[in-house]
């Protein structure tokens, strides 16, 4: 990668780490349902997780897709199934109860990682990062992009479960709770928009 085009990268990992698409979603959800400290795990899940994706294929494995397109449409249709899924769990999920606080969990580290691989916009980022910014597939390009995204992507994506946590002092009904939750669901819902029209 040239010099000339670091400042780009850098814009490109601030622009689409901090605008709204499922992760933040998601973790403005549990900022507002468990707080920032219990949804450490599911921001360091995201992080990590979207990095190692970078990386992953960045060195080839985007292959398998190109060699067997049914794997793609596999994962395509996995993705609308698992969105779904977040979403009715977010549009039902209740705060936990001050006397049994482990009734109610955030995601955890490992589903917010895996989730990368189902998560369209996570999709986008990538390959759009990798051509423009790794287009010569070279280790080095690759791993400069991974970093980038690592350093700039966990700062805008906590900054989504700050302020669902700040939501939490508009959210004290149960009812306000409801709405933001199924709000919530609908919006992680809208973002399958891209998929669906794919078919």
Known sequence: MTPDLLPALIGFAFVSSITPGPNNLMLMASGANFGVRRSLPHMLGVGIGFTAM?????LGLNGIFEALPWTHT??????????LWLAWKIGTARPAAPEAPEASRPITFLQAAAFQWVNPKAWMMVVTALTFYAADESLAAVLLVAAVFGAINLPCISLWTMLGQEMRRVLTSPARLRAFNFTMALLLVATLWPILKAF
């Open 54 to 58: 970078i990386v992953a294929v960045g």
């Open 74 to 83: 596999a994962l395509e249709i996995f993705a609308v199934l698992y969105l």
